[in-house]
């Protein structure tokens, strides 16, 4: 099987360098990375230049915006089996061999999916359920994130992702672009299963920004995923229910005399009561 590997990059070179040497060690070595570059500059190409004898490189530029991006890479692609890791994600050595394998052996499914962990191995950017299983429309939030998801090629061909979502749309919604594209490919009649044995390494959101900034995040990124709910038409008590953890957060974080987190959790509560409402 052959991966093609949509990554979107923007302002970063380090991670980016973690990344590539990742795939230069991967067992499965039969794929393409699709790299769309929106950066001003040619700081990418000294980067790149090491790899481009070792494996296949494409590298394209669109305009802004991680969803335009994606879109632009699937635009390209040659490869059975279609991701978008991070330009700050990791692979571990056998992920790629792991997945054709699966796929391999499983011809009645048209994807896979894992969690992030990060270097101490715990879930990072998102509670994943703790149970494999088939991944529907409910349990999608806790079973997808957009750098573990692996999608056969042909279930990639009549879904594109909504432009409007996520980093660099120029819009409120900070978030949620994947799982908008995920929902699509699901209503395509995709049959897709979420492995909690699988994993991708990305750090934890938390080990790179302030308090601030973490709000701004925080309110963004369930304005998004308000918006998303709101979008698909989910039951009026799955979007209720799915602001209990926020003020949850908030109390628990107040009685704890956490006043940062509680007002990290206050923020993504208004973003989340902003997105349903939108």
Known sequence: MRFSLIMATHGRTEELEWFL????????????????????????????????????????????????????????????????????CHYPPDLLERVARFLSEHPELDGLCGRSVDRYG???????????????????????????????????RKTRFDEQLGLGAGTMWGSAEETDYVLGVLYQGASLYYDQSL???????????????????????????????????????????SLYPHLRGVALSLARLKRSRARQSWSAFKGRLRGLLS
């Open 122 to 156: 715990r879930n990072s950017n998102m509670r994943f359920d703790p149970e494999s299983g088939f991944i529907d429309r409910f349990n999608v939030w806790r079973r997808a994130i957009s750098y573990t998801i692996f999608l056969r090629a042909e279930s990639t």
């Open 199 to 241: 994993f991708v390494n990305h750090s934890q959101p938390t080990e790179r920004r302030d308090a601030k900034t973490m709000r701004r995040r925080a309110y963004c990124y369930n304005y998004g995923i308000g918006h998303v709910l709101r979008k698909h038409h989910y039951p009026l008590t799955f979007m209720v229910k």
């Open 21 to 88: 040497s990742a795939l230069d060690v991967q067992t499965h070595t039969n794929f393409e990375l699709i790299v769309v570059d929106q950066n001003p500059d040619e700081r990418l190409r000294p980067l790149l230049a090491p790899y481009e004898d070792r494996f296949e490189i494409l590298r394209m530029r669109s305009k802004k915006g991680l969803s335009r991006a994606r879109n632009a890479g699937l635009e390209g692609i040659s490869g059975d089996i279609v991701a978008f890791p991070d330009d700050d």
